[in-house]
């Protein structure tokens, strides 16, 4: 199982960032993906997830209304469109999918500042 996420930089508040995370070595469409995310000196926590098809989505009250979550099987990516940034979103984001157990990616580092 390999994850490869991509798309972060810095941008300022208010901005957009469309994050990508490439899957390999499983069946990508016959499983859950999701986002986290982890800002200095905090713990991990889960950003959005998304079903297995696409259908069903869940996202963290700290950015519902904000973020979107998207998948396109054929392509094996998991996306995460983030918008209205804001400072306390800088973090480094991580996909992972759990199969026998938890899977990572390397992480993609979103920095939101003025």
């Known amino acids: 199982v390999q994850l490869v996420e991509s798309g972060g930089g810095l941008v300022q508040p208010g901005e957009s960032l469309r994050l990508s995370c490439v899957g390999s070595?499983?069946?990508?469409?016959?499983?859950?993906m999701t986002w986290y995310r982890q800002a200095p000196g905090k713990e991990r926590e889960l950003v959005a997830s998304i079903s297995s098809a696409g259908s069903s989505t869940y996202y963290a009250d700290s950015v519902k209304g904000r973020f979107t979550v998207s998948r396109d099987n054929a392509k094996n990516t998991m996306y995460l469109q983030m918008n209205s940034l804001k400072p306390e979103d800088t973090a480094v984001y991580y996909c992972?999918?759990?199969?026998?157990?938890?899977?990572w990616g390397q992480g993609t580092q979103v920095t939101v500042s003025s």
């Open positions: 992972n999918v759990r199969r026998s157990r938890d899977y």
């Open positions: 070595g499983f069946t990508f469409s016959s499983l859950p």
